[in-house]
């Protein structure tokens, strides 16, 4: 594979590959599809490796190829009108994205950005198509996928707009817990280190403001950090600043 170099970051491809069939298996996108198909599929696949802050694709690019994380975690962002970056979601290890764009054969709408050290498995556009033509059940399954990361994207383009910044941060980490978070002795702690700057970009402020806002959490114990990694130590307290519980 040709090696890209640029903002759009580049491509480190392992050598040798790795069982991708195996882990296409293990994604419940694919669950009602037999193990032919998913090995014919693999085939054609390739794994990526990028380091934290690489693009796996840009915003506009054309929709080329369907991703799925195999490991680290991905956000996806749009660039606003203003130039700023917004954080749409950050999606971890068996989540898909770039699908829409894809099966509809347009631009993708937003970028994909590692956020950490990341492997993704990329699927060419025409082996995805043929396959959902194959079996339906597959544009099923990314259709509730995608009306759950709808309702999300409702609720913060709500909370947005109305919503303290103090309460768009709460609600932003308590859905990173609930969804990603390991629950431990001392609280929830998040499987990535996520920096001020990308808890801004997913709150919608400034990162001054969200650094002001974390270091009053960080002295009244509802968050600490261990080894750069954020630990929600009362998410009760975050529920009450929110006054219900985000589902």
Known sequence: M?????TRGRYHPFMPMKNIAGFLRTAPLFAAVPPDEIQMMATMASED???AREY??????????FCLVRTGRVKI????TSGKEVVLEIVGPGEPFGGVAVLERRPYPASAQA???STVVRI???????????????????????????RSAHDSVESLAADPVEIRLATRLIRLAEAQGTRGEHGITLPFRITRQTLADMSGTTVETTIRVMSVWLKKGVVSEDSG????LSIQALRELVGVDPQ
């Open 229 to 232: 990694r954020l630990v929600i």
């Open 124 to 150: 060419p556009e025409a082996s995805i198509v043929a396959l959902v033509a194959r079996y339906p059940v597959v544009v099923r399954e990314m259709a509730l996928m995608i009306g759950r990361r709808l």
């Open 49 to 51: 490796q990028y380091r």
């Open 77 to 80: 962002l749009r660039q606003a």
């Open 115 to 117: 956020l950490e050290a």
């Open 56 to 65: 796996v694709f840009m915003q506009g690019d054309p929709a080329a190829w």
């Open 2 to 6: 040709t090696q890209i170099i640029g």
